[in-house]
């Protein structure tokens, strides 16, 4: 079953660039040594919240953006095996410095989580991972849902 990291930052808006640089270099690492998927996601429409929201969970300050991300690993064991690499691996060391961080770490909410519920509609653009060739109708495939247990 998959397993998925997940991660909520505070970028300041001038280091914006420098983050995504950070992203691209480590997600070739982490997809590299197995990670079916590595996605950042800058915040376009996260409003603060009454009692909980993306920008109050990292404190976000003027000047910020809420990244959200996640990665995709097979098993909650090919994570384990993949991260302890990726943290060992000589690429990331300039990237660990808390110097070199283009965000405040101390305020990064992440966590590992098992998924309950897997759904996916697939198009032309976006397959479904065997050949099964486009919809007769153009329209885009929809997979059922599949529940996990907990």
């Not at 009454?50 to 990244?67: A, H």
């Not at 897997?118 to 198009?123: H, L, N, Q, S």
Request: proline share 10%; hydrophobic share 35%.
């Amino acid at each position: 079953m998959a397993y998925v990291d997940g991660f909520v930052v505070p970028v300041p808006k001038q280091n914006l660039e420098k983050y995504k640089q950070m992203s691209n270099a480590c997600g070739k690492i982490w997809r590299e040594l197995g990670a079916l998927e590595f996605r950042e996601c800058v915040g376009d429409d996260v409003k603060p919240g009454k009692l909980t929201s993306f920008p109050q969970s990292v404190n976000l300050e003027e000047g910020e953006v809420v990244v959200f991300s996640w990665i995709v690993y097979e098993s909650r064991a090919q994570r384990d095996e993949l991260n302890d690499k990726v943290m060992n691996d000589p690429r990331m060391a300039e990237w660990m410095k808390p110097e070199n961080m283009p965000f405040d770490g101390k305020r990064m909410v992440y966590g590992g989580l098992s998924p309950v519920l897997e759904t996916r509609a697939y198009t032309a653009r976006h397959p479904p991972p065997v050949a099964a060739g486009p919809p007769a109708s153009g329209r885009h495939a929809v997979l059922p849902a599949r529940l996990h247990a907990p």
